[in-house]
């Protein structure tokens, strides 16, 4: 088992950056796939980045391509979110989470229903 903390939250002018950063603790974090989720005020939880267990894959969700980089350092146990150029919509509480059952497969995990474990979130507001 894992447990995941996040941070680096906080608020921000439309145009700025955030990084987010979510520290892992378990000796088996690095065969895990590890994905960053958010959710809105009133809206469902959304997919929002994915990384593979050794950090050769990853993926996005449309709105956040060529804005958000997911990344990990194993050695660390951590995997963080780069956010720049952010909107208004990307406001949300945003939770870093873990996927232990696509290992050996460098394959990411793309929707909200393949995670086991899931951090207890950090609110990102970008106001406009």
């Known amino acids: 088992q894992v447990q995941l903390v996040e941070s680096g939250g906080g608020l921000v002018q439309a145009g700025g950056s955030l990084r987010l950063s979510c520290a892992a603790s378990?000796?088996?974090?690095?065969?895990?796939?590890m994905g960053w989720l958010r959710q809105a005020p009133g809206a469902e939880r959304e997919f929002v980045a994915s990384?593979?267990?050794?950090?050769?894959?990853?993926g996005y969700r449309g709105s956040v391509k060529g804005r958000f980089t997911i990344s990990r350092d194993n050695a660390k146990k951590m995997v963080y979110l780069q956010m720049n150029s952010l909107k208004p919509e990307d406001t949300a509480v945003y939770y870093c989470?873990?996927?232990?059952?696509?290992?050996?497969?460098?394959?990411?995990?793309?929707?909200?229903?393949?995670?086991?474990?899931w951090g207890q979130g950090t609110q990102v507001t970008v106001s406009s």
């Open positions: 989470a873990a996927d232990k059952d696509s290992y050996p497969s460098t394959r990411v995990v793309l929707g909200t229903r393949e995670y086991d474990y």
């Open positions: 378990g000796p088996t974090f690095s065969t895990y796939a």
């Open positions: 990384i593979d267990w050794s950090g050769s894959s990853t």
